[in-house]
Protein backbone atom coordinates (compact mmCIF):
# COMPACT_ATOMS: atom_id res chain seq x y z
CA UNK A 1 0.00 0.00 0.00
CA UNK A 2 2.81 2.49 0.79
CA UNK A 3 4.78 1.40 -2.42
CA UNK A 4 1.36 2.38 -4.20
CA UNK A 5 1.26 5.75 -2.39
CA UNK A 6 5.19 6.44 -3.28
CA UNK A 7 4.06 5.69 -6.68
CA UNK A 8 0.90 7.89 -6.79
CA UNK A 9 3.30 10.85 -5.65
CA UNK A 10 6.19 10.48 -7.66
CA UNK A 11 3.35 10.72 -10.84
CA UNK A 12 1.80 13.60 -9.52
CA UNK A 13 4.54 15.94 -8.76
CA UNK A 14 6.91 14.94 -11.57
CA UNK A 15 3.39 15.12 -13.31
CA UNK A 16 2.89 18.85 -12.70
CA UNK A 17 6.09 19.60 -12.38
CA UNK A 18 7.10 18.71 -16.41
CA UNK A 19 4.30 21.06 -16.55
CA UNK A 20 5.90 23.66 -14.93
CA UNK A 21 9.49 23.19 -16.04
CA UNK A 22 7.81 23.35 -19.70
CA UNK A 23 6.39 26.94 -18.68
CA UNK A 24 9.04 28.05 -16.77
CA UNK A 25 11.87 27.31 -19.35
CA UNK A 26 9.67 29.52 -21.63
CA UNK A 27 9.07 32.32 -19.17
CA UNK A 28 12.99 32.24 -18.04
CA UNK A 29 13.95 32.01 -21.25
CA UNK A 30 12.13 35.65 -22.14
CA UNK A 31 13.01 36.91 -19.17
CA UNK A 32 16.75 36.33 -19.78
CA UNK A 33 16.59 38.01 -23.25
CA UNK A 34 14.24 40.70 -22.36
CA UNK A 35 16.28 41.69 -18.91
CA UNK A 36 19.48 40.55 -20.82
CA UNK A 37 22.68 39.64 -19.07
CA UNK A 38 23.55 42.36 -16.97
CA UNK A 39 20.21 42.76 -15.05
CA UNK A 40 19.29 38.97 -14.96
CA UNK A 41 22.70 38.57 -13.27
CA UNK A 42 21.50 41.32 -10.93
CA UNK A 43 18.60 39.33 -10.07
CA UNK A 44 20.45 35.99 -9.58
CA UNK A 45 22.70 37.88 -7.56
CA UNK A 46 19.90 38.96 -5.15
CA UNK A 47 18.72 35.48 -5.33
CA UNK A 48 21.88 34.12 -4.04
CA UNK A 49 22.19 36.79 -1.11
CA UNK A 50 18.02 35.84 0.14
CA UNK A 51 19.36 32.20 -0.04
CA UNK A 52 22.80 32.48 2.49
CA UNK A 53 19.89 33.46 4.93
CA UNK A 54 17.47 31.02 4.22
CA UNK A 55 18.93 28.26 6.02
CA UNK A 56 18.67 30.83 9.49
CA UNK A 57 15.04 31.19 8.34
CA UNK A 58 14.47 27.30 8.13
CA UNK A 59 16.32 26.99 11.64
CA UNK A 60 17.04 23.31 9.91
CA UNK A 61 12.96 22.52 10.59
CA UNK A 62 12.65 21.66 6.83
CA UNK A 63 15.09 18.98 7.42
CA UNK A 64 13.23 17.18 10.11
CA UNK A 65 9.68 18.29 9.70
CA UNK A 66 8.67 15.07 8.15
CA UNK A 67 10.42 12.71 10.64
CA UNK A 68 8.70 14.33 13.41
CA UNK A 69 5.62 14.30 11.91
CA UNK A 70 6.02 10.62 11.44
CA UNK A 71 7.55 10.01 14.78
CA UNK A 72 4.62 11.82 16.57
CA UNK A 73 1.32 11.48 14.71
CA UNK A 74 -0.83 12.28 17.78
CA UNK A 75 0.64 16.12 17.96
CA UNK A 76 1.11 17.09 14.58
CA UNK A 77 -0.85 20.23 14.58
CA UNK A 78 1.43 21.27 17.65
CA UNK A 79 4.36 20.47 15.32
CA UNK A 80 3.25 21.91 12.22
CA UNK A 81 2.11 25.26 14.78
CA UNK A 82 5.00 25.51 16.65
CA UNK A 83 7.27 24.51 12.84
CA UNK A 84 5.45 27.99 11.16
CA UNK A 85 5.57 30.37 14.42
CA UNK A 86 9.47 30.05 14.65
CA UNK A 87 9.96 29.91 10.90
CA UNK A 88 7.71 33.26 10.19
CA UNK A 89 9.45 34.91 13.07
CA UNK A 90 13.01 34.31 12.21
CA UNK A 91 12.21 35.35 8.25
CA UNK A 92 10.91 39.08 9.46
CA UNK A 93 14.75 39.09 11.55
CA UNK A 94 16.18 37.58 8.50
CA UNK A 95 14.19 40.06 5.62
CA UNK A 96 16.27 42.80 7.76
CA UNK A 97 19.74 40.83 8.10
CA UNK A 98 19.30 40.99 3.75
CA UNK A 99 18.62 44.65 3.06
CA UNK A 100 21.42 45.76 5.83
CA UNK A 101 23.68 43.37 3.86
CA UNK A 102 23.09 44.46 0.54
CA UNK A 103 23.27 48.02 1.89
CA UNK A 104 27.15 47.37 3.07
CA UNK A 105 28.46 45.45 0.43
CA UNK A 106 26.73 47.70 -2.61
CA UNK A 107 27.22 50.75 -0.59
CA UNK A 108 25.64 53.65 -3.15
CA UNK A 109 24.59 51.15 -6.19
CA UNK A 110 20.77 51.50 -5.23
CA UNK A 111 19.04 49.36 -8.35
CA UNK A 112 20.78 46.42 -6.85
CA UNK A 113 19.96 46.98 -2.95
CA UNK A 114 16.48 47.99 -4.36
CA UNK A 115 16.33 44.44 -6.05
CA UNK A 116 17.34 42.56 -2.85
CA UNK A 117 15.19 43.84 -0.64
CA UNK A 118 11.99 43.23 -2.70
CA UNK A 119 13.95 39.87 -3.00
CA UNK A 120 13.99 39.23 0.03
CA UNK A 121 10.04 39.05 0.61
CA UNK A 122 9.88 35.54 -0.81
CA UNK A 123 11.60 34.63 2.82
CA UNK A 124 8.70 35.79 4.33
CA UNK A 125 6.51 33.21 2.09
CA UNK A 126 8.65 30.31 2.29
CA UNK A 127 8.56 30.13 6.50
CA UNK A 128 4.63 29.88 5.90
CA UNK A 129 4.76 27.50 2.85
CA UNK A 130 6.36 24.71 5.39
CA UNK A 131 2.84 23.10 5.93
CA UNK A 132 4.09 21.44 2.55
CA UNK A 133 6.10 18.88 5.04
CA UNK A 134 2.45 17.67 6.43
CA UNK A 135 1.73 16.65 2.87
CA UNK A 136 4.91 15.13 2.37
CA UNK A 137 4.77 13.13 5.53
CA UNK A 138 1.25 11.90 4.81
CA UNK A 139 1.74 11.14 1.18
CA UNK A 140 -0.46 13.72 -0.03
CA UNK A 141 2.02 15.61 -2.40
CA UNK A 142 -0.63 16.12 -5.38
CA UNK A 143 -2.13 18.63 -3.41
CA UNK A 144 1.37 20.40 -3.30
CA UNK A 145 2.01 19.72 -6.65
CA UNK A 146 -1.64 20.68 -8.11
CA UNK A 147 -1.07 24.12 -5.59
CA UNK A 148 2.10 25.04 -6.79
CA UNK A 149 1.30 24.36 -10.64
CA UNK A 150 -1.67 27.10 -10.35
CA UNK A 151 0.43 29.25 -8.17
CA UNK A 152 3.30 29.03 -10.75
CA UNK A 153 0.75 29.41 -13.87
CA UNK A 154 -0.64 33.01 -12.31
CA UNK A 155 2.77 34.18 -11.33
CA UNK A 156 3.79 33.11 -15.11
CA UNK A 157 1.05 35.44 -16.58
CA UNK A 158 2.01 38.53 -14.32
CA UNK A 159 5.59 38.16 -15.51
CA UNK A 160 4.24 37.93 -19.24
CA UNK A 161 2.82 41.19 -18.37
CA UNK A 162 5.41 42.52 -16.96
CA UNK A 163 7.40 41.84 -20.36
CA UNK A 164 4.64 42.70 -22.73
CA UNK A 165 4.56 46.59 -20.48
CA UNK A 166 8.29 46.96 -20.37
CA UNK A 167 8.46 46.88 -16.80
CA UNK A 168 11.58 46.77 -14.85
CA UNK A 169 14.00 44.53 -12.87
CA UNK A 170 11.98 45.78 -9.60
CA UNK A 171 9.19 44.20 -10.61
CA UNK A 172 10.44 40.70 -11.44
CA UNK A 173 12.41 40.83 -8.15
CA UNK A 174 9.22 40.35 -6.30
CA UNK A 175 7.73 37.59 -8.57
CA UNK A 176 9.27 35.23 -6.54
CA UNK A 177 7.61 36.56 -3.07
CA UNK A 178 4.13 35.99 -5.38
CA UNK A 179 4.60 32.72 -6.16
CA UNK A 180 5.45 31.47 -2.84
CA UNK A 181 2.44 33.45 -1.00
CA UNK A 182 -0.30 31.94 -2.82
CA UNK A 183 1.41 28.55 -2.54
CA UNK A 184 1.80 28.61 1.18
CA UNK A 185 -1.58 30.47 1.94
CA UNK A 186 -3.44 27.82 -0.25
CA UNK A 187 -1.75 24.82 1.67
CA UNK A 188 -2.81 26.38 4.70
CA UNK A 189 -6.64 26.45 3.80
CA UNK A 190 -6.09 22.76 2.18
CA UNK A 191 -4.55 21.49 4.95
CA UNK A 192 -7.66 22.53 6.92
CA UNK A 193 -10.50 21.19 4.56
CA UNK A 194 -8.63 17.61 4.68
CA UNK A 195 -9.15 17.50 8.61
CA UNK A 196 -5.45 18.78 9.76
CA UNK A 197 -5.39 19.23 13.40
CA UNK A 198 -6.01 22.73 14.69
CA UNK A 199 -2.61 24.52 14.58
CA UNK A 200 -1.10 25.55 17.99
CA UNK A 201 2.12 26.87 19.44
CA UNK A 202 4.09 24.87 22.26
CA UNK A 203 7.43 26.13 24.19
CA UNK A 204 8.40 22.35 24.36
CA UNK A 205 7.82 21.74 20.89
CA UNK A 206 9.78 24.36 19.56
CA UNK A 207 12.68 23.08 21.94
CA UNK A 208 12.23 19.83 20.92
CA UNK A 209 11.92 20.33 17.24
CA UNK A 210 15.51 23.30 17.65
CA UNK A 211 17.05 20.31 19.75
CA UNK A 212 16.96 17.90 17.07
CA UNK A 213 16.64 20.96 14.44
CA UNK A 214 19.78 22.68 15.06
CA UNK A 215 22.87 21.06 13.44
CA UNK A 216 21.27 21.23 10.27
CA UNK A 217 21.33 25.57 10.60
CA UNK A 218 24.97 25.51 9.97
CA UNK A 219 25.43 22.73 7.67
CA UNK A 220 22.68 24.17 5.89
CA UNK A 221 24.55 27.94 5.99
CA UNK A 222 27.65 25.85 4.45
CA UNK A 223 25.59 24.09 1.92
CA UNK A 224 24.59 27.58 0.85
CA UNK A 225 27.66 29.60 0.77
CA UNK A 226 29.20 26.64 -1.39
CA UNK A 227 26.35 27.11 -3.52
CA UNK A 228 25.91 30.58 -3.63
CA UNK A 229 29.51 31.99 -3.11
CA UNK A 230 30.83 31.58 -6.39
CA UNK A 231 27.47 33.91 -8.11
CA UNK A 232 27.92 36.72 -4.67
CA UNK A 233 32.19 36.92 -6.04
CA UNK A 234 31.59 36.70 -9.50
CA UNK A 235 29.50 40.23 -9.06
CA UNK A 236 31.56 41.29 -6.34
CA UNK A 237 34.67 40.42 -8.40
CA UNK A 238 33.92 40.79 -12.25
CA UNK A 239 30.62 41.76 -12.78
CA UNK A 240 26.33 41.40 -13.51
CA UNK A 241 27.29 40.02 -17.23
CA UNK A 242 29.80 37.46 -15.85
CA UNK A 243 27.20 36.37 -13.22
CA UNK A 244 24.41 36.37 -15.69
CA UNK A 245 26.42 33.55 -17.78
CA UNK A 246 27.20 31.74 -15.08
CA UNK A 247 23.43 31.88 -13.91
CA UNK A 248 22.41 30.57 -17.30
CA UNK A 249 25.15 27.66 -17.32
CA UNK A 250 23.45 26.56 -13.85
CA UNK A 251 19.86 27.36 -14.29
CA UNK A 252 19.92 24.69 -17.93
CA UNK A 253 22.33 22.22 -15.72
CA UNK A 254 19.01 22.03 -12.80
CA UNK A 255 16.41 22.08 -15.25
CA UNK A 256 15.43 18.79 -14.28
CA UNK A 257 15.66 18.73 -10.53
CA UNK A 258 12.13 18.86 -9.93
CA UNK A 259 12.50 14.79 -11.01
CA UNK A 260 15.13 14.20 -8.00
CA UNK A 261 13.64 16.41 -5.94
CA UNK A 262 10.22 14.09 -6.60
CA UNK A 263 11.77 10.80 -6.03
CA UNK A 264 13.91 11.78 -2.94
CA UNK A 265 10.95 13.50 -1.42
CA UNK A 266 8.24 11.20 -1.67
CA UNK A 267 11.01 7.95 -1.02
CA UNK A 268 11.98 9.91 2.23
CA UNK A 269 8.57 8.83 4.34
CA UNK A 270 9.29 5.47 3.86
CA UNK A 271 12.76 5.32 4.54
CA UNK A 272 11.84 6.87 7.85
CA UNK A 273 9.19 4.41 8.57
CA UNK A 274 11.73 0.99 7.21
CA UNK A 275 14.40 2.38 9.82
CA UNK A 276 12.06 1.38 12.72
CA UNK A 277 11.62 -1.69 11.18
CA UNK A 278 13.92 -3.23 9.68
CA UNK A 279 17.99 -2.00 9.13
CA UNK A 280 18.23 -4.47 6.06
CA UNK A 281 15.19 -2.90 4.29
CA UNK A 282 16.64 0.56 5.37
CA UNK A 283 19.63 0.03 3.90
CA UNK A 284 18.05 -1.82 0.82
CA UNK A 285 15.78 1.47 0.12
CA UNK A 286 18.53 3.83 0.40
CA UNK A 287 20.87 1.78 -1.95
CA UNK A 288 18.16 1.81 -4.49
CA UNK A 289 17.59 5.51 -4.23
CA UNK A 290 21.01 6.57 -4.46
CA UNK A 291 21.29 4.35 -7.93
CA UNK A 292 18.53 5.97 -9.23
CA UNK A 293 19.62 9.10 -8.51
CA UNK A 294 23.15 8.45 -9.46
CA UNK A 295 22.50 6.69 -12.91
CA UNK A 296 19.59 9.43 -13.77
CA UNK A 297 22.22 12.19 -13.16
CA UNK A 298 24.89 10.99 -15.00
CA UNK A 299 22.56 10.18 -18.01
CA UNK A 300 21.32 13.74 -18.03
CA UNK A 301 25.05 15.09 -17.72
CA UNK A 302 26.38 13.10 -20.41
CA UNK A 303 23.19 14.24 -22.58
CA UNK A 304 23.49 18.26 -21.79
CA UNK A 305 27.37 17.70 -22.13
CA UNK A 306 27.12 16.90 -25.96
CA UNK A 307 24.31 19.67 -26.48
CA UNK A 308 25.46 22.38 -24.21
CA UNK A 309 25.75 24.46 -27.58
CA UNK A 310 22.30 23.51 -29.03
CA UNK A 311 20.84 24.37 -25.71
CA UNK A 312 22.18 27.52 -24.93
CA UNK A 313 21.22 28.96 -28.22
CA UNK A 314 17.86 28.01 -28.05
CA UNK A 315 17.18 28.68 -24.42
CA UNK A 316 18.36 31.95 -24.08
CA UNK A 317 20.09 33.20 -28.08
CA UNK A 318 23.36 34.36 -29.06
CA UNK A 319 23.50 37.00 -25.80
CA UNK A 320 24.22 33.93 -23.38
CA UNK A 321 27.24 31.84 -25.66
CA UNK A 322 29.67 32.21 -23.46
CA UNK A 323 27.43 29.60 -20.93
CA UNK A 324 28.30 27.25 -22.94
CA UNK A 325 31.31 25.53 -21.49
CA UNK A 326 30.18 26.98 -18.61
CA UNK A 327 27.26 24.50 -18.76
CA UNK A 328 29.66 21.45 -19.62
CA UNK A 329 31.22 21.84 -16.20
CA UNK A 330 28.27 23.09 -14.46
CA UNK A 331 26.20 20.41 -15.34
CA UNK A 332 28.44 17.29 -14.05
CA UNK A 333 28.00 18.48 -10.13
CA UNK A 334 24.19 17.89 -10.20
CA UNK A 335 25.00 13.85 -9.34
CA UNK A 336 26.95 14.81 -6.63
CA UNK A 337 24.62 17.79 -5.19
CA UNK A 338 21.59 15.12 -5.39
CA UNK A 339 24.17 12.46 -3.84
CA UNK A 340 23.80 15.19 -0.62
CA UNK A 341 20.39 15.24 -0.42
CA UNK A 342 20.14 11.46 -0.23
CA UNK A 343 23.12 11.21 2.47
CA UNK A 344 21.03 13.52 4.47
CA UNK A 345 18.19 11.14 4.73
CA UNK A 346 20.34 8.91 6.09
CA UNK A 347 22.10 11.07 8.46
CA UNK A 348 18.93 11.80 10.12
CA UNK A 349 17.77 8.20 10.23
CA UNK A 350 20.79 7.12 12.07
CA UNK A 351 21.02 10.26 14.42
CA UNK A 352 23.97 11.52 13.07
CA UNK A 353 23.05 15.10 12.88
CA UNK A 354 25.92 16.27 14.63
CA UNK A 355 28.61 15.87 11.84
CA UNK A 356 26.81 17.50 9.03
CA UNK A 357 28.33 21.02 10.33
CA UNK A 358 31.86 19.57 9.84
CA UNK A 359 30.76 18.00 6.16
CA UNK A 360 29.20 21.48 5.08
CA UNK A 361 32.10 23.79 7.18
CA UNK A 362 34.85 21.60 4.91
CA UNK A 363 33.01 22.01 1.95
CA UNK A 364 31.85 25.69 2.44
CA UNK A 365 35.89 26.57 3.37
CA UNK A 366 37.27 24.63 0.21
CA UNK A 367 34.91 26.47 -2.04
CA UNK A 368 35.22 30.22 -0.82
CA UNK A 369 38.87 29.45 -1.48
CA UNK A 370 38.64 28.17 -4.54
CA UNK A 371 36.51 30.72 -5.87
CA UNK A 372 39.12 33.36 -4.15
CA UNK A 373 42.17 31.80 -6.25
CA UNK A 374 40.03 31.02 -9.82
CA UNK A 375 37.91 33.88 -10.41
CA UNK A 376 40.23 36.36 -11.06
CA UNK A 377 42.17 34.14 -13.77
CA UNK A 378 39.21 32.08 -15.23
CA UNK A 379 36.10 34.28 -14.29
CA UNK A 380 32.59 32.33 -14.10
CA UNK A 381 34.65 28.77 -15.52
CA UNK A 382 37.03 29.20 -12.23
CA UNK A 383 34.06 29.33 -10.59
CA UNK A 384 32.28 26.44 -12.14
CA UNK A 385 35.26 24.40 -11.65
CA UNK A 386 35.28 25.34 -8.19
CA UNK A 387 31.44 24.48 -8.01
CA UNK A 388 32.40 20.88 -9.55
CA UNK A 389 35.49 20.23 -7.03
CA UNK A 390 33.50 21.24 -4.39
CA UNK A 391 30.15 18.91 -4.53
CA UNK A 392 32.51 16.18 -5.00
CA UNK A 393 34.56 16.69 -1.98
CA UNK A 394 31.24 17.13 0.00
CA UNK A 395 29.44 14.74 -0.86
CA UNK A 396 32.42 11.69 -1.40
CA UNK A 397 35.46 12.38 0.20
CA UNK A 398 34.68 13.77 3.38
CA UNK A 399 32.67 10.33 4.22
CA UNK A 400 36.01 8.66 3.73
CA UNK A 401 37.52 11.77 5.81
CA UNK A 402 34.77 11.43 8.77
CA UNK A 403 34.84 7.75 9.66
CA UNK A 404 31.36 8.21 11.50
CA UNK A 405 29.49 8.70 8.43
CA UNK A 406 31.68 6.34 6.62
CA UNK A 407 28.76 3.87 6.01
CA UNK A 408 26.83 6.07 3.85
CA UNK A 409 30.00 5.64 1.76
CA UNK A 410 29.49 1.81 1.79
CA UNK A 411 25.71 2.35 0.23
CA UNK A 412 27.01 4.98 -2.50
CA UNK A 413 29.13 1.92 -3.63
CA UNK A 414 26.74 -0.58 -3.30
CA UNK A 415 24.17 1.61 -5.43
CA UNK A 416 27.22 1.74 -8.54
CA UNK A 417 26.33 -1.65 -9.60
CA UNK A 418 24.04 -1.40 -12.46
CA UNK A 419 22.34 -4.25 -11.71
CA UNK A 420 20.67 -2.07 -8.77
CA UNK A 421 19.23 0.42 -10.97
CA UNK A 422 18.41 -2.32 -13.85
CA UNK A 423 15.76 -4.32 -11.11
CA UNK A 424 14.69 -0.94 -9.47
CA UNK A 425 13.63 -0.14 -13.54
CA UNK A 426 11.83 -3.42 -14.50
CA UNK A 427 10.62 -3.91 -10.98
CA UNK A 428 9.15 -0.01 -11.92
CA UNK A 429 8.10 -0.89 -14.99
CA UNK A 430 6.34 -4.39 -14.42
CA UNK A 431 4.23 -3.86 -11.30
CA UNK A 432 3.62 0.21 -11.87
CA UNK A 433 1.42 1.55 -10.51
CA UNK A 434 0.09 -1.48 -8.55
CA UNK A 435 3.87 -2.04 -6.58
CA UNK A 436 7.05 -1.31 -7.03
CA UNK A 437 8.58 -5.05 -6.42
CA UNK A 438 11.28 -4.96 -3.30
CA UNK A 439 11.89 -8.39 -2.60
CA UNK A 440 14.69 -8.72 -4.64
CA UNK A 441 18.66 -8.72 -2.57
CA UNK A 442 20.63 -6.13 -3.47
Not at 60 to 66: K, S
Not at 117 to 122: D, E, I, Q, V
Not at 389 to 413: A, C, E
Request: net charge positive.
Amino acid sequence: MIKNKIFHNISWIVGCRIVQAVISLVISMLTARYLGPGNYGLINYAASVVALVTPLMQLGINNVLVHELVEHEKEEGKIVGTALTMTFASSLLCVLGVISFSMIANRGERDIILVCALYSLLLIAQSIEITQYWFQAHYLAKYTAVTTLVAFGLVSVYRVILLVSGMSVYWFAVSQAIDYFLIAITLLVIYRKLGGQRLSFSFKTAKGLFRVSRHYIISGMMVTIFAQTDKIMLKLMIDNEETGFYSTAVACATITGFVFVAIIDSVRPLIFESRKKSKADFEKYLVRLYSAIIFLSLAQSVFMTLLAGPIIKILYGSAYLNSVNLLRIVVWFTTFSYMGSVRNIWILAEGKQKYLWMVNLMGALLNVILNAITIPYWGAMGAATASLVTQFFTNVITGIIIRPISDNNRLILRSLNPMVMIRVARSALKKAPNEIDTSEKN
